[in-house]
């Protein structure tokens, strides 16, 4: 048991995880969880499959779920397929309410910065990315109350039947209720600017496509999440840096989709069982050296999307990736594909030009 409260300095979904699980987990540890806007979890909606969580773990998201659903839609031109794994989201105001809830006053402090110098665990979020070679996921979202009921029975997690505009596009589709539903513009593109107007036009024009009046916006979100396609992790997260990093400046996410959730789950379990909190930055550190080392495979599926195809012909990867077995799509987006999985989702006459690809594949 420390004396000192161990500092965690951000109150996003990784930081607020880890405050979650002490307090269940190790009520003797005293901590303190830092957060400098005036709520925790940002304005955020997280998603993820029931596969992407170990079931031991899910006690520690269920309280903010949202919305489940037994399966998903995708969309592209030559391929329309549901599969079958249950989606769930979550909201970051649930979030919020679940770690006042689940905290004593004397372990959080909103409105607040806290010196580097005194941060124990690191969780404000992507930093030291320069070491990266990163592509990006970058979005708006709007959720929507609709003048009648929009007709979904489940999301739609990729309709890619869209102009391809800006790299790869798609459209993202929740259903919350009969007549509210979020919709979301994504883009997998070279570069990090994010015009949120031209965005809010296109989701205006799709759901006008699909027959939807929107009669409110209740709610509005964008992000821009890294995709790493390469890098150097020692330059990355130096050994000599001391910080006990944890979620996207600690590189936990998954290389080609950005999730994040899943990898915070994980951490924060990690971080309870510790015995010695001194020692965090070491475990930390190792633990995410080994995430970069087993995710190489889905960096270089990044660069094979990035690099080998042109952005109007991009779609293609996505619409040849879901050909495959279900169980093979669960374990990709788990980041938990196995030899055979990886030699399947590389078999086939490729979707981008064979010299490209290769290129691609050497780099």
């Not at 903010?64 to 031109?77: H, Q, T």
């Not at 600017?193 to 027959?211: F, N, V």
């Amino acid at each position: 048991m420390r004396g000192k409260p161990l500092t965690i300095a951000g109150g996003g979904l990784a930081g607020s995880l880890v405050a979650l699980a002490l307090a269940k987990l190790r009520p003797e540890v005293p901590f303190m969880l830092i957060e400098q806007s005036e709520t925790f979890g940002g304005n955020h909606i997280w998603s993820f499959f029931d596969a992407d969580i170990a079931a031991a773990d899910r006690w520690l998201v269920e309280p903010f779920i949202a919305r489940s659903w037994d399966g998903y839609d995708i969309r592209f031109p030559a391929r329309a397929r549901t599969l079958p794994t249950r989606y769930n989201s979550t909201r970051s105001k649930l979030l919020d309410r679940l770690v006042r809830e689940r905290l004593r006053p004397d372990q959080y402090r909103l409105g607040m910065i806290v010196p580097g110098h005194e941060i124990d665990i690191d969780a404000r979020g992507a930093a030291h990315l320069e070491a990266l070679d990163l592509g990006w996921q970058k979005f708006v979202g709007r959720e929507v109350r609709l003048a009648a009921p929009h007709g979904l029975e489940r999301p739609i997690v990729m309709d890619a039947c869209v102009d391809q505009v800006d790299g790869y596009r798609f459209i993202y589709c929740l259903p919350f209720a009969e007549d509210r539903l979020l919709i979301e513009d994504t883009y997998y593109s070279a570069d990090a600017a994010l015009d949120r107007d031209a965005l809010g036009r296109r989701i205006e024009a799709y759901a006008e496509k699909q027959g939807w009046r929107v009669a409110a916006v209740e709610h509005e979100e964008t992000g821009v999440l890294p995709v790493a396609m390469g890098g150097d992790f020692d330059a990355f997260w130096p050994e000599s840096d001391r910080a006990a990093r944890i979620g996207l400046c600690g590189g936990f996410f998954h290389p080609t989709t950005g999730y994040s959730l899943p990898d915070a789950v994980r951490t924060a379990m990690l971080i309870a069982r510790q015995e010695d909190f001194s020692n965090l930055p070491t475990v930390l550190r190792a633990a995410s050296k080994r995430l970069w080392k087993a995710r190489g495979f889905y960096r270089l599926l990044d660069r094979m999307l990035f690099r080998a195809a042109a952005p109007a012909e991009r779609y293609r990867v996505l619409e040849h990736f879901y050909r495959l077995d279900p169980a093979l799509i669960e374990r990709f987006y788990a980041g938990q594909s196995t030899l055979a999985d990886k030699a399947r989702i590389l078999s086939g006459k490729p979707p981008v030009p064979l010299r490209r690809a290769l290129k691609a594949l050497a780099a």
